[in-house]
């Protein structure tokens, strides 16, 4: 009886993202991360960023042509990706796909798409990850490209990070099919914050972005007010989207 019980624990199941959502357990990671990283003075990482992450994520390999059921997979990494900030910002993509696995075998996710959710979860932090498959790829860009104004709180405000984000007034990225170029767009208000202070942050987050989209088969351009910044013939950019580009930050 003890080894039915046992096994009928880890049947599986199909995960969504709204289940996942529906889940205690996350539910609980993802307000502890986020108010553990709000003490130690770090932007938001809350449902907003987490929201933002997980529709980004599943929009990227959506406009890239994968499967519904590979883009319902990057927005539960979405959604997750950032729950190891509830144990310890240092390694927070390992601890977090450790979390993760045990969590979503438990709801029943198959196991070899709950092996590529915690290899992606695992791999996000520039510091210690690669982009190792197509979610990781989209996981990281999404990711990567989530600087805004509206992330900045009362103890970011003064430092670099807060600069930074307050001076975004918009960013957005966009996916060119046709062309395979994915595209990071950003307005900053250069009297709050300066280009170069925007790369001191984020110069290895874009270079892990630009390994992304090569896995993803594409390549990727940077471009602040107007500017493309990742090439060596620095060009002004062109607000219109090529046909069939499409905006993947938004919904």
């Known amino acids: 009886m003890l080894f039915a019980l046992n096994k009928n624990r880890f049947m599986q199941k199909i995960i969504t993202l709204q289940t996942v959502k529906n889940n205690p357990e996350i539910k609980a990671l993802v307000e502890t991360a986020n108010a553990n990283l709000e003490f130690l003075g770090y932007t938001e990482h809350g449902l907003r960023h987490v929201s933002y992450v997980s529709k980004t994520t599943a929009n990227i390999l959506r406009a890239l042509g994968y499967n519904e059921r590979i883009v319902e997979l990057g927005a539960i990494t979405g959604w997750i990706h950032d729950i190891g900030n509830a144990i310890n910002r240092t390694n927070h993509g390992l601890t977090g796909a450790m979390l993760s696995f045990d969590i979503l075998a438990r709801m029943g996710l198959d196991p070899t798409e709950n092996a590529q959710i915690i290899a992606a979860v695992g791999n996000h932090e520039e510091q210690t990850g690669n982009p190792v498959n197509i979610i990781s790829a989209a996981l990281a860009i999404a990711d990567k490209s989530d600087a805004h104004r509206s992330r900045v709180g009362k103890r970011t405000m003064d430092d670099i990070h807060g600069r930074v984000n307050l001076s975004i007034q918009k960013n957005y990225i966009t996916v060119d099919k046709e062309n395979m170029v994915i595209r990071l767009f950003i307005y900053m208000d250069t009297k709050v914050s300066a280009t170069m ?55």
């Open 197 to 251: 202070e925007f790369l001191q942050i984020y110069l290895t987050r874009m270079l892990m972005c630009e390994q992304a989209a090569k896995l993803l088969g594409c390549s990727f351009e940077l471009i602040i007010n107007r500017t493309i910044i990742n090439r060596q013939n620095q060009s002004p950019a062109s607000e219109k989207m090529a046909k069939g580009e499409k905006n993947v930050s938004e919904s």
